[in-house]
């Protein structure tokens, strides 16, 4: 199936590793040119550098921190100088769990999640939505997680913004169509990305496991499935989203969870 996402441009959030790289990719091998941005300066724009060689598409790796409004701005800046002829895509998906109790959990970290899982894709979402319009419309897609509808115990604050953010992409999409942009948000399951292994690493050894007996042991206790999935598993998902073929799905939440949401 032809995807017709040949040239198109790509911004995504949290793009030098994990799920953020694994759809830099899935698009690049479509022909669709990327500006990724994250933290690491070095790991960003050697992810850009390698996708660049790879599909022989163009890449900007950007050192952005998209809790905070000014890196935000200085990064559309630089999209904007890379691509003056507009954008077609947005993903937001830079986040991270959390790990805290409601009792005593301080102001500062809500604002620091709350501007990290919502504010980020409120602020890029109204910067970018002119390059999209003059493209003639776009896609964004918001990557939540399952976490938004059923809660892990250990992260409230993860939960609580990811929720926030789906009913952020509802609102979005509803106003954005007029646009011609289409508005989607997606929320994972597993998927086995470095921010797990670094919880494996830290939680199998205080359980006295191994990472991947950590790791087997979540999925085979969550998700029907019994296995992570991979970033790729994901990101296809995502390609696919993207691509004029997913014209009619607009406002939708996606679980992509191998059949770990308890309920329908
Ligand atoms: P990783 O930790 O593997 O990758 C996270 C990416 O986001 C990195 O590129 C990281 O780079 C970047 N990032 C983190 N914080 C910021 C920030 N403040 N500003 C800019 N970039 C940032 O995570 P995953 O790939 O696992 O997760 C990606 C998204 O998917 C997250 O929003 C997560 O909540 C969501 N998700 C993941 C699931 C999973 O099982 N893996 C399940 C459900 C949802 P750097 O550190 O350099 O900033």
Redesign the pocket.
């Known amino acids: 199936m032809d995807l017709e996402l040949k040239d198109k441009i790509a911004v995504i ?10 759809v830099a990719r899935e698009l690049a091998r479509e022909g669709v040119h990327l500006a ?5 300066k070095e ?2 724009e050697n ?1 850009a550098r390698k996708i660049s060689e790879t599909f022989g598409v163009q890449a900007l790796g950007f ?6 409004l000014k ?1 935000i701005e200085q990064f559309v800046e630089a999209v904007k100088n890379t691509y003056p002829e507009g954008v077609d895509i947005l993903i937001n ?5 959390s790990a805290e109790k409601i009792i005593d959990a301080p102001d500062s970290r809500w604002q620091y999640y709350w501007d ?2 919502v504010m ?1 894709a409120v602020r890029l979402s109204r910067l970018l939505a002119p390059l999209m319009q003059k493209r003639g419309g776009g896609v964004i897609i918001n ?5 938004a509808r059923q809660p892990l115990d250990y992260e409230p604050i ?1 939960n609580v913004t ?1 929720a926030a953010l789906v009913m952020f992409s509802k609102c979005l999409a509803n106003e954005f169509i007029t646009y011609n942009i289409r508005v989607n948000c997606v ?10 292994y ?1 919880t494996a690493n830290i939680v199998g050894k205080e359980k006295g496991m191994t990472p991947e007996e950590y790791l087997e042991n979540i999925a085979k206790e969550n998700a029907p499935i019994g296995r ?2 991979t ?1 790729e598993e994901l990101a296809h998902f995502m390609v696919f989203l993207c691509s004029p073929k997913a014209s009619y799905c607009v406002g939708s939440n996606y679980y992509v969870d191998g059949g770990w949401l308890r309920v329908t």
Do not use: M
């Open positions: 959030t949290g793009g030098s590793k994990g799920i953020g790289e694994a990724l941005c994250a933290r690491h790991e960003v992810t050192a952005c921190d998209v809790s905070r890196d998906n830079a986040g991270t769990g990290l899982h980020a990557n939540a997680s399952i976490c993860y990811k929320s994972p399951g597993l998927i086995l990305t470095p921010d797990w670094k992570f999935a970033p």
